[in-house]
């Protein structure tokens, strides 16, 4: 096993230097056309503050990022399982995508926040701020969360760099891709501060007022859910979580499932491939190591119930 585990840490990292080399000739496009990837909301501001100064800095920018890519590879949720992330990026290797975006969450619940905010920095042309993100830097107040959930981030603030925790602190809120129809978020686009969840219908008919500020496919994550909303001005129908072509008269809001911690009764990997050109978007699952990433949380000393749960996807 441990060699095997030995060959596998080799391909890890033929596989970060791959997209590492992507991200590189991204970067030096980004810097010749002088795309702005993120704008930096000062530190320790409070996510959601009823007093209108910690508004999002970064929400619904015409244009944060124009890019030439066609074929995305998008995944959210990563919550420091090193091991799920690494199945995904083989995965998303193998489908010749152009870029990479992460929907935020990279820490949070897993025994390798630190190793999974470095890959996820290099590799990933663009990060979303999650809400356990945020909690990790310092952006918003987690009191209220439940003490296994402190214990985890408080735990992750401790175990990461602080390069890696000036970039959580960097993260936006949003990307948006005009060129390419599509809204970046981590929870429903209509508060982003707020990170307020959509997994049913009637959540998803909260977007209506806000249709035509959206992009024709909006992918969120936050519910480590997979699942499909299609809207028109007057209805929200909500589809089969499988892959599918984007029709003309509809708008999409889609989550996109969890990396590192799926709760849909699946306990592979979940990313997804969108095709800007075709309108072709697609579900895709991997499955990875889990005894090692259960293993890895417990050594932690994270609650046991993070690291059981990842045998069964819930």
Not at 91 to 106: A, F, M, N, P, Q
Not at 167 to 176: A, G, I, M
Request: aromatic fraction near 8%.
């Amino acid at each position: 096993m441990r060699r095997e585990r030995g060959a596998a840490r080799e391909a890890d990292a033929g596989i970060l230097s791959d997209f590492e080399d992507n991200d590189r000739r991204a970067a030096v496009r980004s810097s010749i056309f002088g795309h702005t990837l993120s704008r930096v909301r000062p530190a320790g501001a409070r996510v959601g503050g009823g007093d209108g100064s910690a508004r999002n800095p970064c929400a619904s920018p015409k244009s944060m990022l124009q890019m030439d890519a066609m074929r995305f590879g998008i995944f959210s949720d990563t919550h420091g399982n090193l091991e799920a992330l690494n199945a995904v990026l083989e995965g998303l290797r193998h489908e010749k995508v152009d870029s990479l975006y992460c929907l935020g969450d990279t820490v949070g619940y897993g025994g390798s926040p630190n190793e999974c905010c470095e890959i996820v920095r290099k590799v990933a042309r663009g990060t979303i701020l999650g809400n356990h993100d945020a909690a990790v830097a310092g952006r918003m107040d987690y009191s209220y969360y439940y003490d296994a959930a402190r214990h985890a981030l408080d735990v992750h603030a401790r175990a990461i760099s602080a390069e890696n925790m000036a970039w959580l602190k960097s993260l936006p809120y949003d990307l948006r891709l005009p060129d390419h129809d599509l809204l970046l978020c981590h929870g429903s686009p209509v508060r982003l501060e707020e990170f307020e969840y959509i997994f049913a219908p009637e959540q998803a008919r909260d977007c209506l007022p806000i249709l035509d500020r959206l992009e024709h496919l909006t992918l969120i994550g936050h519910s480590h859910l997979c699942k499909v909303f299609a809207l028109t001005p007057t209805s929200v129908e909500e589809l089969p979580p499988q892959s599918f072509d984007l029709e003309r008269n509809k708008k999409y809001v889609v989550s996109v499932g969890s990396v590192g911690q799926p709760r849909d009764f699946d306990n592979r990997a979940s990313f997804v491939v969108f095709d800007s050109v075709a309108k072709r978007f697609e579900f895709k699952r991997a499955e990875y190591d889990v005894e090692l990433s259960h293993e890895r949380v417990l050594k932690l000393d994270l609650e046991k119930n993070f690291a059981q749960r990842l045998f069964l996807g819930v």
